[in-house]
């Protein structure tokens, strides 16, 4: 319509033109300047509808963000922002570690490092994160970890498969296989080395496959959000799922204790207050039962393991604190095992450079699944060096006291990337 009347309106002037004088000319000039200008408009207008108009004062839509995690880490291990592939978005990390020992009695050799050896080059877990989303409140998430066994050799596993559904803040849903929230670190720190400031996971908090006391995967449920709680930051946890926890003797024997576990509860509770930011105080009671033999007849315990967490992370500031008691009581029996346990990490970050504490402790009964491990505990010194976003290089002293056992000292370096 815009362009007709603009059509007519210039023929009309232009007829005109022919029988008038230098001042009708002028007059002509300022209507053909207003025919270009309507013409703009009309295209502005044409392509407006073609774009649906943003509110006036209001910012354009941005581009729908990636789902936050469920349990996000600290800021001194924050991964970058994953790739994107046919819709999958994948993260991946490495690392490349030489480790020595000041004996040569066999310990628990894992990702690759040989037991009994004064030290040796491995090259530990290369692992990939795998997410994609199905629509507005659901995804999938996989970690695959292709892991070094002994002589260079490897094996690849399938660490966590989940597809999540979340109903909104207060109820967030996980079918499949997962990292229990048995511990703080369990929740946050997953297979990649990058992720975390140290070396390696406490002894508590290792993966039971490579000598850690606590039932850290199962396949189930798992069930958290947010509670109504105002500034104080209160969020719940509920599991129910079947572990199933076979864990290698650490004094570096070949026995495999196959722990049969039978499905288990936990239930947690963690608040981060809104006042205090970085800040989360809370725990959780995990139960189970458990045998310590594959053998018919061996007594059955019925496990129980309570935690108690105060963490802070911010400001450059990486303080982690745990406490464990893993009960163990026979079912139909008498007998009743209290077994603490607890590690304290502090880190502080000057740019680049990332030194860091830690002390853990253990004290295992001897008529209990984890006779192998008995008393330990002991400090690890080192520190941390990001090369940039992506490569960091690890070093770390520890030293190791055992009851029954001479002191043990090692040395592990570590270079770990992400990509």
Known sequence: MFRLCSAILLLAAVCSAQDTGPSEQETIRLLLQQVKELQEKVKALEAQQATPATPVGQAPPAPPAEPAAQNPAPETALAPLPHDLHGIHWLGFAEAD???LDQRKPELGTFGFNPGSAG?????????????????????????????????TFDVALERMILKYDFNDHLRLSFGRYHT??????????????LQTAV??????AYTDDGGLLPTQAEGIQAQGLLPSGTLGLNYILEYGTPDTTRPDINGSAEINHENNSNHVLIGLYARPDHLPGLQIGGSYYHDRITDQDSPGVPRFGQTILNAHVIFTGHGIEFLNEGFLMRHARIGGPLLLNMPAFYTQFAKSFGVLRPYFRYQYINANPHSVYGDVLLRYGPSFGVRYDFNDNIAFKTQLDHTLRKGEPDLNGLQFQLAFTF
């Open 120 to 152: 040796n080059f491995f090259i530990g877990d290369f692992d990939l994160f795998l997410t994609s989303r199905i629509n507005d409140k659901s995804e999938v998430f996989s970690e695959i970890v292709i892991g070094e066994d002994e002589n260079q």
């Open 98 to 100: 030489y480790k020595v």
């Open 200 to 205: 390696d996971r406490p002894l508590i908090t």
């Open 181 to 194: 929230d048995v511990s703080y670190y369990n929740m946050v720190y997953h297979s990649g080395r990058w």
